[in-house]
């Protein structure tokens, strides 16, 4: 008896485990893409955005601080520019090329809201079903400053073959 007991609770603990691992799976073929992306709940949508700004931000600033180290002539005297001469520095002229995501607001008491990008994300892969296999770190440079699209721009980009899907 004690034996048939602890089979069905054997049983029933794994039977949970595979719901419960099912249920959170993701396939291979949406990872990185539009399924994997409309799985997350919001929170976990605005955390990857949240990582994809910071780390852009911070890697594209280290690299640009290297510029100074790599393009500097040390003879060479650099103007440091003011409201209306750029800085001509090798690591100002590549912060001045990098993008900015200005669109994230913070917002006293709730913490950062991210979605100026994750709206657009999702509705763009739940309205076009058949763009999922487009990665969303492709889309999310598209939301920089200098690019920001909406869902329906990204759709005519993917119409017109300028958004391809991750083989």
């Not at 103007?79 to 001509?88: K, W």
């Not at 709206?119 to 990665?135: D, L, M, P, Q, W």
């Not at 721009?153 to 991750?166: D, I, N, T």
Request: aromatic share 12%; glycine share 8%.
């Amino acid at each position: 008896m004690a034996f048939a007991i602890k089979s069905m609770l054997s049983g029933g603990v794994f039977a949970i485990f595979l719901i419960i691992g099912n249920a959170a799976q993701v396939g291979t073929k949406d990872v990185d893409r539009g399924g994997e992306w409309l799985s997350w709940s919001p929170a976990e949508r605005a955390e990857y955005v949240d990582g994809f700004i910071s780390g852009y931000l911070q890697g594209s600033n280290s690299a640009c601080n290297v510029a100074d180290d790599l393009f500097s002539d040390s003879k060479a005297s650099y103007r440091l520019g003011d409201e209306n001469h750029p800085s001509d520095m090798p690591s100002a002229r590549c912060l001045a090329k990098m993008e900015s995501y200005s669109k994230a607001k913070f917002h006293e008491g709730f913490g950062p809201d991210f979605t100026a990008y994750t709206n657009v994300i999702t509705e763009f892969y739940s309205k076009h079903s058949e763009y999922r296999g487009i990665a969303f770190i492709n889309l999310i440079k598209l939301l920089s400053d200098g690019n920001h699209k909406t869902a329906d721009e990204l759709y005519q980009m993917a119409l017109k073959g300028e958004l391809h899907p991750l083989r």
